[in-house]
């Protein structure tokens, strides 16, 4: 069989897999993307972590992490840590981010991955565990 005149089945999947376009590896590593969020998360005191897997049911991202933070410095912190600390495993830095700690509610977008890191009440009123009730929950650490 030949594919855009490659001949070989395995060389056309190293093909596909070099252009970022095997989905399962893409999703196997937007998984240890995420795992390595919430660790970074964990170990920098960040409460009431959850994962959540939003495949396949939307396109906004693969998975939603959320945590939250008892100040807005330690928000501020827990976005510090998470940018060195994926810029060191994956080299990677955030598409965007929004929100500001003064407001008690941060954004870090990875494309793949997005992370929302809340005050409490702030994470109480946005419920977002409530409006994605359907994900799949991975990891939840309080």
């Given at each position: 069989?030949?594919?855009?005149?490659?001949?070989?089945?395995?060389?056309?999947?190293?093909?596909?897999?070099?252009?970022?376009?095997?989905?399962?590896?893409?999703?196997?590593?937007?998984?240890?993307?995420?795992?390595?969020?919430?660790?970074?998360?964990?170990?920098?005191?960040?409460?009431?972590?959850v994962l959540l897997d939003?495949?396949?049911?939307?396109?906004?991202?693969?998975?939603?992490?959320?945590?939250?933070?008892?100040?807005?410095?330690?928000?501020?912190?827990?976005?510090?840590?998470?940018?060195?600390?994926?810029?060191?495993?994956?080299?990677?830095?955030?598409?965007?981010?929004?929100?500001?700690?003064?407001?008690?509610?941060?954004?870090?977008?990875?494309?793949?991955?997005?992370?929302?890191?809340?005050?409490?009440?702030?994470?109480?009123?946005?419920?977002?565990?409530?409006?994605?009730?359907?994900?799949?929950?991975?990891?939840?650490?309080?």
């Amino acid at each position: 069989m030949v594919f855009n005149g490659v001949t070989d089945t395995m060389a056309y999947a190293k093909i596909l897999e070099n252009q970022g376009l095997n989905h399962r590896r893409r999703s196997l590593d937007s998984l240890e993307f995420a795992r390595h969020i919430v660790d970074v998360l964990d170990e920098h005191k960040a409460e009431n972590i959850v994962l959540l897997d939003l495949r396949p049911d939307t396109v906004i991202a693969d998975f939603f992490i959320l945590c939250t933070g008892t100040s807005d410095r330690q928000l501020k912190a827990l976005v510090d840590h998470i940018k060195v600390g994926v810029k060191e495993a994956f080299e990677r830095r955030p598409f965007s981010e929004e929100g500001t700690a003064d407001s008690g509610w941060m954004l870090m977008d990875y494309g793949d991955v997005v992370v929302h890191m809340f005050l409490e009440d702030v994470r109480s009123y946005y419920d977002l565990e409530g409006l994605w009730n359907e994900a799949n929950v991975l990891v939840s650490i309080q």
